[in-house]
């Protein structure tokens, strides 16, 4: 399985900047942008949580779990 990001989605649901994101939870907008692609290793739970709160959603909405084969 492959973990894949959806955090994109989220933003552009909520019309939400990088830049304006990363200043609500308090990470920099370049963690923000690599967390974005999905180039992290993981993530804290208290990250998640406020990225969660700042976009009203659960942690199911950021994150999907999909078989390696089509995740590409």
Do not use: W
């Not at 739970?45 to 709160?53: G, M, P, S, V």
């Amino acid at each position: 399985m492959d973990i894949i990001v959806r955090l994109d989605v989220m933003m552009a649901l909520h019309k939400m900047k990088g830049r304006d994101l990363a200043a609500q939870i308090g990470i920099t907008e370049q963690n923000l942008s690599l967390l974005k692609s999905g180039k992290v290793k993981g993530i804290r739970f208290e990250t998640l949580a406020k990225l969660c709160e700042a976009l009203e959603c659960q942690p199911g909405d950021l994150l999907e779990a999909v078989p390696r084969d089509v995740a590409g």
